[in-house]
């Protein structure tokens, strides 16, 4: 079945500075491939996703990128805030009727710093 | 529009114990998901259901969990006996129908159901 991986898996920069965290995944069958925050005691939030049929896409201080070739997707959020500092968790969607519909990687922890 | 609503934010109990977690999808959601998430750890999925048919339940282990979704519209999770290990969050996540006929892209997730078993 599908295997995602995520790094890093703690991540610490300076408020306005970029941060990036890199997913990758097995199965090439894997279409869909959303971004989720966690808080402190809250599920996760959907912040961005793409398709496989994109290589991009940007959501104002948010982007992801898709590389289908090594199969590898990443989040990139610039000028960070402290707000940002939370969990993030990638994921992969195969289609139905191949095991598991999502797979979540085992998520960053962003600390953004004052 | 009312999210992924989950009961009992927070239980504890003793191991041997039973337990059950509730979950209202969003109105309109065809497909519901339950993921157990580990402390550290990326949600894992247990069971989805579409309406109230089980889609995949390859993952739940049969032996002590069960989970119903008797009428296509709320579900529960049970766990009998609980074990030390089954101390998580029980995450219950909803997503529409797309136009293909399959379960739509965007899945929501609740509060969740934390669980401490000692």
């Known amino acids: 079945g599908e295997n995602v991986e995520q790094h890093p898996s703690t991540l610490s920069v300076q408020e306005g500075d970029s941060a990036v965290i890199k997913c990758t995944y097995s199965d090439s069958a894997s279409n869909y491939f959303p971004w989720y925050k966690q808080e402190l005691g809250k599920g996760p939030q959907l912040i961005i996703d793409i398709r496989s049929n994109v290589g991009e896409k940007k959501d104002q201080r948010i982007a992801v990128t898709l590389n289908k070739t090594a199969k590898h997707f990443s989040l990139h959020i610039t000028e960070t805030q402290p707000e940002d500092s939370a969990v993030y968790f990638c994921?992969?969607?195969?289609?139905?009727?191949?095991?598991?519909?999502?797979?979540f990687g085992p998520g960053t922890r962003l600390s953004v710093l004052p | 529009e009312a999210g992924v609503a989950q009961s009992p934010r927070y239980k504890i109990i003793e191991k041997r114990q039973s337990v059950a977690f509730w979950c209202n999808p969003i109105?309109?959601?065809?497909?519901l998901y339950w993921y157990q998430q580990i402390l550290g750890q990326g949600p894992k999925l247990l069971i989805q259901?579409?309406?109230?048919?089980?889609?995949?339940d390859s993952q739940l282990p049969k032996d002590r969990f069960s989970a119903e979704r008797l009428k296509g519209v709320d579900s529960t999770l049970k766990i009998q006996p609980a074990k030390l290990e089954d101390s998580a969050v029980y995450l219950c996540?909803?997503?529409?129908?797309?136009?293909?006929?399959?379960?739509?892209?965007?899945?929501?997730f609740g509060e969740g159901s934390w669980l401490t078993v000692v």
């Open positions: 259901f579409q309406n109230n048919g089980v889609v995949d």
């Open positions: 994921a992969a969607k195969v289609p139905l009727g191949r095991g598991q519909n999502f797979v």
């Open positions: 109105s309109g959601h065809a497909t």
């Open positions: 996540a909803s997503s529409l129908f797309n136009s293909q006929g399959a379960s739509g892209n965007t899945i929501y």
